[in-house]
C-alpha cells in the first residue's frame, strides 16, 4: 500500500528504527507501534502521519529531540499524536523545555494531554512560576503535571497562594516519614503533601484549596491536639470552615466524665468520624449518654458501644427508640446491653425492629433469651424471617421443635432450602414467593470476578 511519495518518509522511519532496536518504548504508546514495528505499520496502513512529507516529520523529532525526548519516543509520539505537528514551534520548543526540566514524563504528556502543547507558553510558565512562590518544588510540581496537567492550566487564585504559604510554613513535616496510611497524626512527608495538596479536585471556580476564612483559628485547634492541619486539609477541607467554638466543646466532652476518651481516640476521630465534630449537639449526645448508662453495666460497654457505634451514626440510628422497644418486649437491661454493642447491630441498622420481635416471640420455642443470644438474626428482613418459618412448618417441622437460630434463619438460603430442609430450590420460591436461585446466581458471579 505504500506509495512512492512516501518513500523517504518510510526510508527515515526505518533508519531511526535501527538507531534504537531492543529499547524499552514508552508505555503510553500503542502495542502495534513499539519496538520496530513502526516501518511495518507504514507499510500496511494509511495513518494520518502519511499526509506529512519527510522533511516535515524529521524537523518534528528533531525539536522533540532538542528538549530532552529521546528519538524513538520522538518517532513514536509522532504517530500517536500527529497534531502535534500542526503545533506553532515557537510554543512548543520553549514549552517542552519548561516540561522537561520539571522532570515530566514528555511522551506519555503527549499522549495523554496533548492540549496543555497547544497552550501558550507564557500562561504555563507563570502558572509555574506561581505555584513555585509558595514554596513548592519543580519536581513536585512535575510530578503533578504528570498526574493532572489541569494544576498548571489554571492559575492559583491569591487565597488559595496564601493558604498553601501558611501551611508550608506551620505544618510539621517529615521528609523520611512515609506512611500514607496517616497513622501518625501529626507529621507527614512534605513532598507528599505537596503533591497531594496539588491535585485536591477542582471546584466551580477552578480555585485549589478553598478553606473557611477561621482557617487559621482551626489550623491552631488541631495542632493543639497534636493533629496535623496539613492532613486534615488532605482529608476534609470542610473542617476549616466550621466553628472552631463547637470543636473545642466537643473534645471537651468526649474527654471528660463519663468517657474519658484518650487523645488517641480523639485523633483517629478527627480523620474517622469527622462529621461528629463537624455536627456537634452537646445535648443530644448528653441525653444518649444518660440513656445508655441506664442499661449498659460497665464503662467498658459504654466506651466500647461509644467509639465504634453510637456517636458515629448520627441521626440515623433510633437509639431512643430501639431500647424502648426491647424493653417493651421485656429485655433485661444486660441483654439490652449485649443487642446494643453486638457486632453491625446499630452499623447495619435494624429497620422493623419491633416487627420482627413480635414475629420472632410469635414461634413457639424462641424467647427474648434466645434471640438475645444471636441477636444478628434481628439483621434480616422481615420478610426472610417469615418466609423462613413458613418453609419450615411446610417441609420440616421437625426445625420447630428444637430450634436451631443459626440452622433456622442466618443458613445460605439455597443450603437451608436443599440441605437443611431437604427438599429444593423451586420449592422454596413456589412456596415463599421469594427467589433464591438469582440470588445463588450473582453470588457465584461476584466469587467469580474476586478470582480473576
Do not use: W
Amino acid at each position: 500500500m505504500q506509495c512512492k511519495e512516501n518513500r523517504p518518509l518510510l526510508e527515515y522511519v526505518q533508519k531511526v528504527e535501527k538507531s534504537y532496536a531492543g529499547e524499552q518504548m514508552p508505555k503510553n504508546i500503542k502495542p502495534e507501534r513499539r519496538g520496530g514495528q513502526l516501518n511495518h505499520f507504514l507499510h500496511n496502513t494509511r495513518p494520518q502521519i502519511l499526509g506529512f512529507d519527510v522533511t516535515q516529520v524529521q524537523q518534528r523529532v528533531e525539536i522533540l529531540e532538542s528538549f530532552g525526548m529521546a528519538s524513538k519516543d520522538a518517532l513514536s509520539v509522532a504517530f500517536e499524536v500527529p497534531s502535534h505537528l500542526e503545533f506553532k514551534r515557537e510554543t512548543l520548543k520553549p514549552l517542552g523545555e519548561l516540561l522537561n526540566n520539571l522532570g515530566c514524563n514528555l511522551p506519555r504528556l503527549f499522549v495523554k494531554a496533548p492540549y496543555i502543547f497547544g497552550i501558550d507558553f507564557s500562561t504555563i510558565d507563570s502558572n509555574v512560576r506561581r505555584i513555585e512562590s509558595v514554596g513548592i518544588s519543580r519536581e513536585v510540581i512535575g510530578k503533578a503535571i504528570d498526574t493532572n496537567p489541569l494544576v498548571v492550566v489554571y492559575p492559583v487564585s491569591d487565597k488559595a497562594c496564601e493558604i498553601i504559604k501558611g501551611l508550608l510554613s506551620s505544618c510539621e513535616f517529615d521528609d523520611e516519614f512515609t506512611d500514607s496510611n496517616n497513622s501518625d497524626f501529626r507529621k507527614i512527608n512534605q513532598s507528599e503533601f505537596a503533591l497531594r495538596l496539588l491535585l485536591q479536585p477542582f471546584d466551580g471556580a477552578r480555585e485549589q484549596v478553598v478553606l473557611g476564612d477561621n482557617f487559621k483559628q482551626a489550623a491552631n485547634f488541631l495542632k493543639e491536639i497534636q493533629v496535623s492541619p496539613c492532613l486534615m486539609v488532605l482529608s476534609c477541607p470542610a473542617f476549616f470552615s466550621t466553628d472552631v467554638e463547637k470543636l473545642y466543646e466537643a473534645v471537651e466532652f468526649f474527654t471528660s466524665r463519663p468517657l474519658l476518651f484518650e487523645i488517641g481516640i480523639i485523633q483517629k476521630m478527627m480523620f474517622t468520624k469527622t462529621e461528629v465534630f463537624l455536627n456537634f449537639d452537646r445535648k443530644v449526645f448528653e441525653e444518649r449518654v444518660k440513656l445508655l448508662k441506664e442499661i449498659l453495666n460497665t464503662p467498658r460497654q459504654l466506651y466500647v458501644l461509644l467509639q465504634k457505634y453510637f456517636f458515629f451514626q448520627g441521626n440515623e440510628v433510633e437509639l431512643e427508640d430501639n431500647i424502648k422497644i426491647l424493653k417493651k418486649y421485656k429485655f433485661p437491661n444486660e441483654q439490652i446491653a449485649d443487642i446494643l454493642t453486638a457486632k453491625h447491630f446499630f452499623t447495619s441498622g435494624v429497620p422493623d425492629l419491633e416487627k420482627k420481635l413480635k414475629f420472632l416471640l410469635s414461634v413457639e420455642g424462641i424467647n427474648v433469651d434466645l434471640i438475645a443470644e444471636n441477636s444478628h438474626c434481628l439483621l434480616k428482613t422481615l420478610k426472610s424471617l417469615e418466609n423462613r418459618v413458613s418453609f419450615a412448618k411446610k417441609s420440616k417441622k421437625e426445625l420447630l421443635e428444637s430450634i436451631n437460630m443459626d440452622s433456622l434463619f442466618l443458613s445460605d438460603d439455597v443450603v437451608f432450602a436443599t440441605v437443611i430442609c431437604e427438599s429444593s430450590v423451586e420449592k422454596y420460591e413456589e412456596l415463599t414467593g421469594e427467589i433464591i436461585s438469582q440470588k445463588k446466581s450473582k453470588s457465584r458471579q461476584k466469587r467469580m470476578k474476586g478470582t480473576n
